[in-house]
């Protein structure tokens, strides 16, 4: 693994908390939209690595 100030901006940006934090945020208010009750804990752990996964992302 690179150290982090060896990793291209981009991959740093992208791991940023705050970015990381409104992705989160937006996924769980349009689940919201869907299912008043909100989304599970368990399906929210998988946004990020979906969102942010390099080959789902093409």
Partial sequence: MKPW??????????????????VLFRAMQGYEEEDI??????LSLLILPLCLHKDCAK
């Fill in 5 to 22: 100030n060896q990793r291209p901006f981009e991959i740093r940006h992208l791991f940023n908390p705050a970015f990381c934090g409104v």
């Fill in 37 to 42: 009750r909100g989304m599970p804990f368990s």
